[in-house]
């Protein structure tokens, strides 16, 4: 058991992404996925009228510019919304900031007029899929042999759906 004085739950505050986000969610996105995208890519999505995002920092540390904990980037085009990515840093996980950051990806879908909400997840991911289970999200899909890891092994992408009415 870890000491009340000594040990806090972090607190993180989530704000909409924006331009200047880019160059950290890339950084982070390279960390968490064996294919990262550059901040370029991450930019030019964006920018883009129909997509959103969001990005949290941790505020309870004593890091004076606490690195970026975690990020989601979105869009929604005729009532169907997509969730394009979505990490969360190996120091906070499991401290519901993927649940957050979510929660925040589906208000934003649905207010822009989104009616379902689809992703894409490795059928080996079982922290992110336990996550989108509980977020109400059902198979509706299976890309087979999709995903290729550093070592070469293959599994199967997991189309995934939630109603947003």
Known sequence: MRDSLFYRQ??????PMTSEHCRAVADLHAQRFPRAWGDGEFLSLLLQPNSFGFAAWQTNTLIFKAPLSGFVLA????????ILTIAVSDKVARFGLGWRLMQAALREA?????????LEVDDGNQAALGLY??????????RPAYYTDENG?????LVMRRDLR
């Open 10 to 15: 972090p607190e993180f505050e989530i704000v």
């Open 153 to 157: 092994r293959r599994s199967s992408a």
């Open 75 to 82: 869009r929604e085009v005729a009532g169907e919304a997509e």
């Open 133 to 142: 289970r509980k977020l109400g999200f059902e198979k509706a899909g299976e």
């Open 110 to 118: 649905k207010a822009r007029g989104g009616e379902s909400m689809f």
